[in-house]
């Protein structure tokens, strides 16, 4: 009982990521300004290295303009 309920907390982690995922790419393909900030809050939810990464890219996306 104790690993399925394991299994299911992982399923439901992994699905909110995929969703995070889909945000921050809905997010570039529009209006970067408009959206700036979905983008940041949702990186805060990433992994180390996948907030690292997200962290740069904002960065320099910022630089940009």
């Known amino acids: 009982m ?3 309920m394991r299994l299911q907390r992982v399923k ?3 699905w909110k990521k995929a969703s995070r995922e889909e ?4 997010a ?9 900030d979905l983008f940041y809050f949702t990186m ?3 992994s180390h290295e996948e907030t690292c990464q997200s962290l ?3 960065c320099y996306v910022r630089l940009l303009n």
């Open 23 to 26: 945000e921050i790419e809905e």
């Open 56 to 58: 740069i890219l904002f």
């Open 44 to 46: 805060l939810d990433l």
């Open 12 to 14: 439901m982690m992994s």
């Open 28 to 36: 570039w393909s529009e209006n970067i300004e408009e959206n700036m």
């Open 2 to 4: 104790r690993n399925w």
